[in-house]
């Protein structure tokens, strides 16, 4: 896409925003081609930017919550200070991106690749083996699809993770997904949304890891 045509789209978005959608257009960018372009704190609530290609894109201090930017091409793109809160970022390919200082309350990171991305974590120590010992201990309350059960008796790999750990605040400020990336990190993300067998088996070879100390 050419410049000039994206600050069309972009005008016409802020123009929408601007009128509460009286005049404008929403933008639309749906597979566009966009990679290295310079969107320093463009306004992009609520677009549509489904696999569209951001590869080395500077979205710093960007607004793009609630964005529907599933399936998007993000490799070292610049998130940094970027709101993403309710952010569908499913399935996108954020490696190697830099997301420092970016609202990710309540984002949908499923399935999203975020091998090398650099990410704001509180990863509590020790938490994730912890996680690994109880759920292989009783498998009858591991669902990896239920998230929380009603009576809080069955969780997934991220829903035991924010239910055992110290900091439970956390969950409810971020959501499940996105707190337990923060207290688990990105590898135990990447198997967030594993069949039961595949998790089980991941928490097995976590949970037969030696012990370090720091």
């Known amino acids: 896409m050419k410049r000039e045509e994206l600050d069309r789209v972009l005008a016409d978005h802020a123009l929408c925003w601007k009128t ?8 639309f960018l749906e597979y566009a081609y966009l990679s290295g372009v310079n969107l320093t704190g463009t306004d992009l609530r609520r677009a ?11 979205l710093s201090g960007a607004n793009l919550r609630e964005a529907d930017m599933s399936g998007a091409f993000l490799e070292y793109a610049d998130l940094r200070g970027a709101n993403l809160r309710d952010t569908c970022l499913c399935e996108a390919s954020l490696k190697d991106a830099d ?15 975020l091998s090398g991305a650099k990410i704001d974590l509180s990863i509590e120590d020790g938490l994730l083996r912890k996680v690994a010992l109880k759920v292989l201990a009783g498998r ?9 059960s009603s009576c809080n008796t069955v969780h997934c790999i991220a829903g035991y993770g ?14 499940t997904e996105v707190a337990g990336l923060m207290l688990l990190g990105v590898e135990a993300h990447s198997h967030f949304f594993d069949s039961r ?6 928490l097995k070879e976590v949970a037969e890891r030696p012990v370090t100390s720091a």
Do not use: P
């Open 99 to 113: 997301l420092r200082g970016a609202d990710l309350r309540y984002a949908n990171l499923s399935r999203a690749d």
């Open 140 to 148: 009858g309350s591991f669902d990896n699809k239920a998230w929380h």
């Open 162 to 175: 924010c239910y055992m750990a110290s900091n439970r605040k956390i969950e409810s400020e971020y959501g």
């Open 48 to 58: 549509n930017l489904r696999e569209t290609n951001l590869r080395e894109v500077n």
């Open 20 to 27: 509460d959608k009286q005049k404008g257009a929403i933008a």
């Open 197 to 202: 067998k595949s998790a089980l088996e991941w």
